[in-house]
Antibody, heavy 127, light 110 residues
Framework: QVQLQESGPGLVKPSQTLSLTCTVS??????????WSWIRQPAGKGLEWIGR???????NYNPSLKSRVTISVDTSKNQFSLKLSSVTAADTAVYYC???????????????????WGQGTLVTVSS | QSALTQPASVSGSPGQSITISCTGT?????????VSWYQQHPGKAPKLMIY???NRPSGVSNRFSGSKSGNTASLTISGLQAEDEADYYC??????????FGGGTKLTVL
Protein backbone atom coordinates (compact mmCIF):
# COMPACT_ATOMS: atom_id res chain seq x y z
CA GLN A 1 0.00 0.00 0.00
CA VAL A 2 1.44 3.33 -1.07
CA GLN A 3 1.70 5.93 1.66
CA LEU A 4 2.74 9.57 1.51
CA GLN A 5 3.79 11.68 4.50
CA GLU A 6 4.39 15.43 4.55
CA SER A 7 6.95 16.96 6.88
CA GLY A 8 8.25 20.45 7.56
CA PRO A 9 7.80 23.54 9.72
CA GLY A 10 4.27 24.39 10.74
CA LEU A 11 5.04 28.09 11.14
CA VAL A 12 6.77 30.33 8.61
CA LYS A 13 7.38 34.07 8.85
CA PRO A 14 6.09 36.43 6.15
CA SER A 15 8.52 36.98 3.25
CA GLN A 16 10.40 33.78 4.08
CA THR A 17 10.41 30.48 2.19
CA LEU A 18 8.06 27.62 3.00
CA SER A 19 9.76 24.22 2.68
CA LEU A 20 8.01 20.86 2.84
CA THR A 21 9.07 17.30 2.05
CA CYS A 22 6.90 14.34 1.06
CA THR A 23 8.23 10.86 1.83
CA VAL A 24 6.79 8.04 -0.25
CA SER A 25 6.64 4.48 1.07
CA UNK A 26 5.22 1.26 -0.37
CA UNK A 27 6.18 2.23 -3.90
CA UNK A 28 8.98 3.75 -5.92
CA UNK A 29 8.96 7.42 -6.80
CA UNK A 30 10.92 6.43 -9.91
CA UNK A 31 7.93 4.63 -11.47
CA UNK A 32 7.22 5.99 -14.94
CA UNK A 33 3.45 5.82 -14.47
CA UNK A 34 3.10 8.68 -12.01
CA UNK A 35 3.64 12.34 -11.34
CA TRP A 36 4.13 13.59 -7.79
CA SER A 37 2.16 16.65 -6.86
CA TRP A 38 1.55 19.31 -4.20
CA ILE A 39 -1.94 20.65 -3.47
CA ARG A 40 -3.06 23.09 -0.79
CA GLN A 41 -6.30 23.98 0.93
CA PRO A 42 -6.86 27.16 2.98
CA ALA A 43 -9.16 26.68 5.95
CA GLY A 44 -12.78 26.38 4.83
CA LYS A 45 -11.86 26.69 1.17
CA GLY A 46 -11.30 24.46 -1.85
CA LEU A 47 -8.32 22.61 -3.26
CA GLU A 48 -5.61 24.44 -5.20
CA TRP A 49 -3.09 22.55 -7.31
CA ILE A 50 0.42 23.90 -6.79
CA GLY A 51 2.49 21.81 -9.16
CA ARG A 52 3.97 18.42 -10.01
CA UNK A 53 7.22 16.67 -10.77
CA UNK A 54 8.14 13.55 -12.73
CA UNK A 55 10.90 11.14 -11.75
CA UNK A 56 13.09 12.69 -14.47
CA UNK A 57 12.85 16.04 -12.69
CA UNK A 58 10.53 17.69 -15.20
CA UNK A 59 8.06 20.03 -13.54
CA ASN A 60 4.85 21.92 -14.22
CA TYR A 61 3.44 24.62 -11.96
CA ASN A 62 0.20 26.49 -11.38
CA PRO A 63 0.64 29.69 -13.40
CA SER A 64 -0.59 31.81 -10.48
CA LEU A 65 2.22 30.48 -8.25
CA LYS A 66 4.91 29.70 -10.81
CA SER A 67 7.19 32.62 -9.96
CA ARG A 68 7.46 31.49 -6.32
CA VAL A 69 7.36 27.68 -6.53
CA THR A 70 10.09 25.08 -6.88
CA ILE A 71 9.42 21.34 -6.69
CA SER A 72 12.33 18.92 -6.63
CA VAL A 73 12.76 15.15 -6.34
CA ASP A 74 15.31 12.95 -4.54
CA THR A 75 14.88 9.45 -5.92
CA SER A 76 17.56 8.04 -3.61
CA LYS A 77 15.42 8.96 -0.61
CA ASN A 78 12.06 8.36 -2.34
CA GLN A 79 11.10 11.94 -1.53
CA PHE A 80 9.97 15.06 -3.30
CA SER A 81 9.94 18.59 -1.93
CA LEU A 82 8.17 21.92 -2.21
CA LYS A 83 9.64 25.38 -1.78
CA LEU A 84 7.37 28.43 -1.87
CA SER A 85 9.16 31.76 -1.57
CA SER A 86 8.06 35.19 -0.36
CA VAL A 87 5.11 33.81 1.58
CA THR A 88 2.28 35.91 2.95
CA ALA A 89 -0.71 35.17 5.16
CA ALA A 90 -2.56 34.12 2.00
CA ASP A 91 -0.29 31.08 1.80
CA THR A 92 -1.58 29.75 5.12
CA ALA A 93 -3.17 26.41 4.32
CA VAL A 94 -3.08 22.65 4.74
CA TYR A 95 -0.55 21.36 2.24
CA TYR A 96 -1.01 17.89 0.75
CA CYS A 97 1.32 15.80 -1.33
CA UNK A 98 -0.29 13.33 -3.73
CA UNK A 99 0.51 10.75 -6.36
CA UNK A 100 -0.87 11.42 -9.83
CA UNK A 101 -1.71 8.45 -12.03
CA UNK A 102 -0.85 9.24 -15.66
CA UNK A 103 -0.92 5.73 -17.15
CA UNK A 104 -2.62 2.53 -16.09
CA UNK A 105 -2.84 -1.04 -17.24
CA UNK A 106 -0.59 -3.13 -19.41
CA UNK A 107 -1.32 -0.96 -22.44
CA UNK A 108 -0.33 2.19 -20.50
CA UNK A 109 -3.66 3.90 -21.08
CA UNK A 110 -3.29 7.65 -20.46
CA UNK A 111 -5.15 9.12 -17.54
CA UNK A 112 -4.84 11.83 -14.89
CA UNK A 113 -6.02 11.43 -11.31
CA UNK A 114 -4.78 11.87 -7.74
CA UNK A 115 -4.97 8.39 -6.24
CA UNK A 116 -2.91 8.54 -3.05
CA TRP A 117 -2.70 11.55 -0.71
CA GLY A 118 -0.71 12.39 2.37
CA GLN A 119 -2.60 13.28 5.53
CA GLY A 120 -1.81 16.95 5.03
CA THR A 121 0.20 19.39 7.11
CA LEU A 122 -0.94 22.81 8.28
CA VAL A 123 1.44 25.63 7.49
CA THR A 124 0.72 28.98 9.09
CA VAL A 125 2.38 32.17 7.85
CA SER A 126 2.68 34.59 10.72
CA SER A 127 5.26 36.71 12.47
CA GLN B 1 -8.09 30.41 -15.43
CA SER B 2 -11.08 29.78 -13.15
CA ALA B 3 -11.95 26.78 -11.04
CA LEU B 4 -14.52 24.37 -12.39
CA THR B 5 -18.04 25.32 -11.30
CA GLN B 6 -19.84 23.16 -8.74
CA PRO B 7 -22.94 23.90 -6.68
CA ALA B 8 -21.99 25.04 -3.19
CA SER B 9 -24.31 22.55 -1.54
CA VAL B 10 -26.69 19.69 -2.21
CA SER B 11 -28.79 17.62 0.16
CA GLY B 12 -30.80 14.45 0.20
CA SER B 13 -32.47 11.97 2.52
CA PRO B 14 -31.12 8.51 3.25
CA GLY B 15 -31.89 6.12 0.40
CA GLN B 16 -32.36 8.87 -2.16
CA SER B 17 -30.08 9.73 -5.06
CA ILE B 18 -28.30 13.01 -5.60
CA THR B 19 -26.25 14.42 -8.45
CA ILE B 20 -23.43 16.94 -8.26
CA SER B 21 -22.50 18.82 -11.41
CA CYS B 22 -19.10 20.11 -12.48
CA THR B 23 -19.10 22.62 -15.32
CA GLY B 24 -16.02 23.62 -17.25
CA THR B 25 -15.14 24.46 -20.82
CA UNK B 26 -14.00 22.77 -23.99
CA UNK B 27 -10.43 23.31 -22.73
CA UNK B 28 -10.90 21.05 -19.75
CA UNK B 29 -14.02 18.96 -18.97
CA UNK B 30 -15.29 19.03 -22.53
CA UNK B 31 -11.95 18.33 -24.11
CA UNK B 32 -10.68 15.41 -22.07
CA UNK B 33 -12.07 12.28 -20.42
CA UNK B 34 -9.75 12.89 -17.47
CA VAL B 35 -12.40 14.02 -14.99
CA SER B 36 -12.06 12.72 -11.45
CA TRP B 37 -14.07 13.12 -8.25
CA TYR B 38 -12.89 13.26 -4.64
CA GLN B 39 -14.66 12.87 -1.30
CA GLN B 40 -13.34 14.78 1.69
CA HIS B 41 -14.54 14.34 5.24
CA PRO B 42 -13.72 17.11 7.77
CA GLY B 43 -10.10 17.09 8.79
CA LYS B 44 -9.22 14.32 6.36
CA ALA B 45 -7.39 14.12 3.06
CA PRO B 46 -9.44 13.85 -0.13
CA LYS B 47 -10.21 10.33 -1.37
CA LEU B 48 -10.45 9.36 -5.03
CA MET B 49 -13.98 8.19 -5.88
CA ILE B 50 -14.17 8.33 -9.69
CA TYR B 51 -11.52 8.68 -12.40
CA UNK B 52 -11.66 9.03 -16.17
CA UNK B 53 -15.25 10.33 -15.95
CA UNK B 54 -16.88 7.08 -14.88
CA ASN B 55 -14.35 4.56 -13.54
CA ARG B 56 -14.43 3.51 -9.90
CA PRO B 57 -11.21 2.60 -8.08
CA SER B 58 -11.15 -0.72 -6.32
CA GLY B 59 -12.93 -0.49 -2.98
CA VAL B 60 -15.26 2.38 -3.87
CA SER B 61 -18.94 1.55 -3.55
CA ASN B 62 -20.91 1.06 -6.75
CA ARG B 63 -23.39 3.58 -5.34
CA PHE B 64 -21.03 6.19 -6.76
CA SER B 65 -21.12 6.77 -10.52
CA GLY B 66 -19.88 9.42 -12.91
CA SER B 67 -20.83 10.71 -16.33
CA LYS B 68 -20.16 13.58 -18.70
CA SER B 69 -22.09 15.51 -21.31
CA GLY B 70 -20.36 18.27 -23.22
CA ASN B 71 -18.60 20.59 -20.79
CA THR B 72 -20.39 19.27 -17.70
CA ALA B 73 -19.45 16.22 -15.66
CA SER B 74 -21.67 14.73 -12.98
CA LEU B 75 -21.27 12.58 -9.89
CA THR B 76 -24.32 10.59 -8.80
CA ILE B 77 -24.64 8.94 -5.41
CA SER B 78 -27.49 6.47 -5.12
CA GLY B 79 -28.92 4.94 -1.96
CA LEU B 80 -27.63 7.89 0.07
CA GLN B 81 -26.13 6.97 3.44
CA ALA B 82 -25.17 9.08 6.43
CA GLU B 83 -21.49 8.33 5.84
CA ASP B 84 -21.71 9.99 2.40
CA GLU B 85 -22.03 13.41 4.08
CA ALA B 86 -18.82 15.16 3.04
CA ASP B 87 -17.37 17.70 0.64
CA TYR B 88 -16.97 16.58 -2.97
CA TYR B 89 -14.53 18.02 -5.50
CA CYS B 90 -14.25 17.44 -9.21
CA UNK B 91 -10.99 17.78 -11.12
CA UNK B 92 -10.15 17.89 -14.80
CA UNK B 93 -7.01 17.86 -16.87
CA UNK B 94 -6.75 20.96 -19.04
CA UNK B 95 -5.28 22.06 -22.35
CA UNK B 96 -2.55 23.82 -20.35
CA UNK B 97 -1.32 20.38 -19.25
CA UNK B 98 -2.36 21.25 -15.73
CA UNK B 99 -5.22 19.94 -13.58
CA UNK B 100 -7.94 22.15 -12.20
CA PHE B 101 -10.29 21.58 -9.25
CA GLY B 102 -13.89 22.57 -8.78
CA GLY B 103 -14.83 24.82 -5.89
CA GLY B 104 -16.33 21.92 -3.96
CA THR B 105 -19.85 20.84 -3.01
CA LYS B 106 -21.02 20.19 0.53
CA LEU B 107 -23.33 17.19 0.65
CA THR B 108 -25.75 17.09 3.56
CA VAL B 109 -27.64 13.90 4.35
CA LEU B 110 -30.89 14.99 5.97
Amino acid sequence: QVQLQESGPGLVKPSQTLSLTCTVSGGSISSGSYYWSWIRQPAGKGLEWIGRIYTSGSTNYNPSLKSRVTISVDTSKNQFSLKLSSVTAADTAVYYCARVGIYYGGKRTPTYYFDYWGQGTLVTVSS
Amino acid sequence: QSALTQPASVSGSPGQSITISCTGTSSDVGGYNYVSWYQQHPGKAPKLMIYDVSNRPSGVSNRFSGSKSGNTASLTISGLQAEDEADYYCSSYTSSSTPWFGGGTKLTVL
